[in-house]
């Protein structure tokens, strides 16, 4: 069974890491049972990735994509969630693993961003 480990950098905001555990609800309906979906923090708040990836193998995942939950391929995403979800899969040597890219640049999100200022998409993308 494959699982998706959505990972955000963190916040010691409750309300701010509540949002990443909502993602994951939204994302776990999206999907339905055939693939698990958690959620974890680079830092300062818990589930930690450890923690995170270690709950897809407790719930029978053979797959783990780590998706993080960021705009850019800054630091976090090229450099730190990589080595850190490496660290985690090393206790679990018989699970493979993936770390995707961030977001990044896709119509969806120009469509969110005209959603939340109120302005109308006049030239929608056919993608």
């Known amino acids: 069974m494959r699982a998706i480990l959505l990972i955000d950098h963190g916040s010691v905001r409750e309300e701010a890491n509540h949002m990443l555990a909502s993602a994951a609800d939204l994302l776990q309906q999206m999907l339905g049972d055939a693939v698990q979906v958690h959620y974890a923090h680079m830092e300062l708040a818990e589930p930690t990735i450890a923690q995170g990836f270690a709950a897809c193998a407790r719930d029978g995942a053979t797959e783990v994509i780590a998706f993080p939950y960021m705009l850019s391929p800054g630091k976090h995403v090229t450099r730190d969630i990589p ?38 998409i006049i030239a929608p993308t056919n993608s």
């Open 83 to 120: 080595r850190l979800v490496a660290e985690a899969a090393r206790e679990f040597p018989g699970l493979s693993y993936r770390v995707t890219d961030a977001f990044g640049v896709h119509e969806k999100l120009a469509e969110l961003i005209a959603l939340r200022a109120g302005l109308e």
